[in-house]
């Protein structure tokens, strides 16, 4: 089913999930604080999942009596890492046992710089996976496009919850995807787009190295943003006067923190950079007061 | 704020009543039954009122504790008829009283053909009213795009609601249509329109008086639907054999009995007849089958 967003997908998953009973979905923490907001607006608790080096610790679902929980399993939003392979047999494992259902937010799937990108969790379990891929990266949110492949028991209440939230998606944005994709000009420019983010990662991890050598670059080479750690003893509760200091350099860079719900002022301090942003002219000069900022 | 639609604008409205303790929305029987799952889907009783030559029977709203109250008072949905200045007070004053709202649906406000249109409700008391305009009827459904203005007390909570269903509306369909509106074309657009339906109405009328005598057209020269009174003793019970074999001739109309949810078999039979959907080349050929099927 096509919808707006990720974000009315969560919102329609959570009205059809509703419709069954659920009322609990867990998240990973790191995670976006949006996604929180969604589901406490439908009334869901979010438990919360630790995530490491190896994604979200699928071990936490074991405490919970949730009826889905919300993966990023290609690239963990923020931290960058995907989801280990025996966490992914956990998932699908859990959600069999609980029959329970995993969303995968596959926020930016089209961008990965370093390996093929592994295989959507959905094609391992459609019956137990609801995938969600977005055109919001690929092109842009405002394009405000998105799509939905929901287990056959959820999907009869997910189209008949987007019926009564707004009837359909833009015709004019699904038309103009439609010859997009038809005619090539949409693998073109996805092929074109992971060069040009791929040299902009490489240009700020390089530039990072010689300027600032202290800090480092974490998460596999995918996507739209990197996570810049902090290193020097520096913990969470000092990433703030870093991003006041970007922010008047004209930088809009969030602390690793603001993507806590329970916050950890002695984590190691980290900043979210994202580098998909700048114009092409002004992404040395960013990069260059980025390292202004760190200094 | 703009929304996609009418139906979201609900959605949204009823999701900011249910921030306030809001449980129940006063309806118009005639109605559309989409409006009523709308507010099912949202868990919110949906008390009637009745409808007459006057409109929505406004007295009915002291039987109900409802938070608010959803009318068409420039042309009732889908008797076709304004709703009365004494009844405009006292839907004001019952709002007033009770800290309702009133949620004004101006669904086709911009045709109405043999006077000068009523004012919006919202006009006299915006501190009472959340107005909502479409252009779902002056251009089309597929462009999905709405406009709700929203007293004070309740804008915060619509607007939360709104970023929290799909962030924003289609931003190519906004700029569009401020495009439209600002070089002029929207409006010369609405006037052709309304000379365009009205010529259509009233080769419709001018049509069912030759050739169905028995049957008569109720409701103001407005819109882009007529009630279409079948007359001779006809009960509601027999619309549908006459849907039926309009449908034959590739009609799309529905018995007015279609609107309620009450049923009410005994009611004088009556069809609601959109004049908007055939091309140009075809509608006389669709009031020619139209007047076949009534034979």
């Not at 399993?73 to 046992?97: K, M, N």
């Not at 009837?167 to 439609?178: H, M, N, R, S, W």
């Amino acid at each position: 089913m096509v919808c707006t967003g990720f974000g009315q997908a969560l919102a329609l998953m959570a009205a059809a999930l509703d419709q069954g009973g659920g009322r609990s979905v867990a998240m990973e923490e790191y995670g976006l604080t949006h996604h929180l907001e969604i589901l406490d607006h439908a009334s869901f608790d979010t438990p919360l999942m630790g995530v490491d080096d190896a994604g979200a610790r699928t071990s936490d679902l074991s405490d919970t009596d949730a009826a889905a929980v919300l993966l990023t399993p290609a690239h963990q939003f923020p931290i960058g890492v995907p989801l280990s392979a025996a966490r992914r047999s956990a998932a699908l494992e859990w959600a069999r046992a609980r029959r329970a259902v995993v969303i995968e937010d596959d926020y930016d799937g089209e961008f990965r710089y370093d390996a093929r990108p592994v295989g959507a969790l959905q094609s391992l379990a459609p019956e137990l996976v609801a995938y969600v891929g977005t055109a919001s990266k690929s092109l842009a949110p405002a394009v405000h496009l998105a799509w939905l492949a929901v287990p056959p028991g959820l999907l009869d209440a997910v189209v008949e919850a987007k019926r009564l939230a707004d009837g359909f998606t833009g015709v004019l944005e699904q038309l103009t995807l439609d010859e997009l994709i038809r005619s090539g000009a949409y693998d073109r420019h996805v092929r074109r787009s992971r060069m040009r983010y791929r040299r902009r990662r490489d240009r700020l991890v390089a530039e990072l190295a010689v300027r600032s050598p202290q800090v480092s670059v974490t998460g596999i080479a995918a996507g739209l943003h990197a996570v810049v750690r902090l290193g020097a003893g520096l913990t969470a509760s000092e990433e703030e006067a870093v991003c006041s200091r970007a922010a008047r350099a004209g930088l809009g860079i969030q602390g690793l923190g603001r993507f806590r719900r329970r916050p950890d002022p002695g984590a190691a301090a980290a900043l979210v950079v994202g580098y998909g942003t700048p114009p092409e002219h002004a992404f040395a000069g960013a990069v260059d007061a980025l390292c202004d900022s760190l200094a």
